[in-house]
């Protein structure tokens, strides 16, 4: 996530058998994908301990977590992790205690989990410049997924979808990538994904008979060209992420005009033009931009 995407708060679980709870995640190498998403690939520090990501458990698709970075200039993220860490964490000064921001998983492996982060043009917000410069021996703690069916993840295919509509940006992009190579084969697809730049078109892999676009011009171009595609017939699923006003407008377009079932299009807004990082978190937690923040 790219930047999931919209807030979550989980309590930490006693024990694996709850959907959330605490991890670390130490950085192992990174890798720049394109020039605006840098992969982040994260280990455990070996012990098997708290520090371990022994039962971190990803649902994968668009599956979110969130994570508490350092402020700029701290090595590691002031973080409570007890059983009172909410109340704790925002007891804290907002400028010593970690930076909270909710990203996607792009991939697990044993031992290993890759987040990818969209790198903003200036001024970089605290995340971005987090890992433009992380390496090994950095790292940050995770309220991550510890039972794969988990409230973080909002792709839910239903049985009996003909075909699937994706459209997100690039803060959506690791999330859109994940989701199609979950998809089955054969399935129809067509995704529009925006990015700022012609190179962010990375390879997207799925057994799915997709038909993706790229845009690069600015956001309205995804909703003006949903509005123009000709869409398969039958049982639609949509996912709909990214800019909160982009994905309200292509949200009410299916619903509205081409009369989708609601239920039948999941939306998440992970930003808000003109609004920073933590207003429109905040928004989020206090139900402030319901509409664009709320899963459908």
């Known amino acids: ?3 999931e995407p919209t807030t979550q708060t989980a309590e930490p679980a006693p024990d694996a ?3 959330f709870r605490f991890f670390r995640l130490d950085v192992t190498r990174t890798r720049r994908l ?4 840098l992969r982040v690939t994260f280990g455990d520090d070996g012990t098997g301990g708290p520090g371990s990501l022994e039962g971190f458990a990803s649902g994968g698709r668009d599956q979110s977590l969130s994570l508490f970075l350092p402020q700029p200039g701290q090595t590691e993220p002031v973080m409570p992790t007890g059983p009172d860490w909410f109340d704790e964490y925002r007891a804290l000064d907002p400028g010593v205690r970690a930076v909270l921001r909710s990203y996607t998983v792009r991939a697990q492996r044993p031992g290993e ?3 990818d982060f969209v790198l903003h043009t200036e001024p970089a917000g605290p995340a971005a410049q987090w890992a433009s410069e992380a390496g090994p021996g950095d ?8 039972v794969p069916d988990n409230t973080g993840v909002r792709f839910r295919l239903p049985e009996g979808a003909d075909h699937v509509i994706v459209a997100a940006d690039e803060t959506a992009l690791p999330a859109a990538a994940a989701i199609l190579e979950s998809l089955p084969a054969g399935l129809p697809v067509k995704a529009w ?6 190179d962010d078109a990375i390879a997207l892999h799925t057994a799915a008979d997709a038909e993706v676009t790229w845009l690069t011009g600015p956001a309205a171009g995804v909703v003006d060209a949903l509005r123009a595609a000709d869409l398969p017939a039958g049982t639609p699923y949509a996912w709909l992420a990214g800019e909160a006003g982009m994905v309200r407008e292509l949200r009410r377009q299916l619903v509205r005009e081409r009369k989708f079932d609601r239920r039948s299009v999941a939306f998440t807004g992970y930003w808000r033009r003109g609004a920073s990082e933590d207003q429109f978190r905040h928004e989020a937690e206090t139900g402030g931009d319901d509409d664009a923040a709320a899963d459908g």
Do not use: N
């Open 193 to 198: 994904i925006r990015v700022p730049h012609p």
């Open 139 to 146: 790292w940050i703690i995770a309220l991550g997924p510890a």
């Open 1 to 3: 996530m790219t930047t």
């Open 17 to 19: 058998a709850e959907p």
């Open 34 to 37: 394109s020039p605006t998403l």
């Open 113 to 115: 989990v890759d987040i």
